[in-house]
């Protein structure tokens, strides 16, 4: 009987070969990653925005006091924005703070919007939100004096 002492495991060269394959793998699949993860923000901001004035309104409505909403910061809407209630109010404020790459802008200028009781708001207002990536398609929402929401896809900058 002759035994034969064969190695077991991997050669250096199938080694290599391996850890290439799997950095051509990920360098197909990181930039589909980025484009679905950016997608993913965009649409989540988008979202919150939408929700946050549907729940402000009704808000108004059924506790019959007015609901304001305004960024964060009294200035900039990309630093996120809060649904405001009255002092006295059992509810308390609503802060939203989206992803850092997404930008968000109100075409109007408002930094205040009032929800009335009534269902009113205060002003009409005209938000785009887009994010970092040049030419993409973000989301414009425009809001009726009635305070219903139009959503539209418009191309970013």
Not at 6 to 24: D, H, N, P
Not at 89 to 102: A, G, H, K, L, N
Not at 117 to 131: A, E, K, N, Q, Y
Request: glycine share 6%; charged share 20%; with cysteine.
């Amino acid at each position: 009987m002759i035994h034969t002492n064969r190695q077991r495991g991997f050669s250096f060269i199938e080694l290599m070969l391996t850890v290439a394959i799997f950095a051509i793998i990920v360098s197909i699949g990181l930039p589909a990653f980025n484009d679905a993860t950016a997608n993913s923000n965009l649409r989540s901001a988008t979202m919150d925005m939408v929700t946050t004035i549907n729940t402000a309104r009704a808000q108004a409505v059924t506790l019959r006091q007015e609901i304001t909403l305004r960024p964060i910061d009294n200035a900039d809407w990309v630093n996120g924005w809060v649904l405001e209630y009255p002092a006295g109010s059992t509810e308390e404020d609503q802060q939203f703070v989206p992803d850092s790459r997404v930008q968000i802008t109100e075409a109007n200028g408002l930094t205040n919007i009032r929800f009335l009781t009534s269902g009113l708001v205060s002003d009409p207002m005209d938000f785009t939100i887009c994010d970092y990536r040049a030419g993409e398609t973000g989301r414009q929402l425009q809001v009726s004096k009635l305070a219903r929401v139009e959503r539209t896809e418009v191309a970013c900058p």
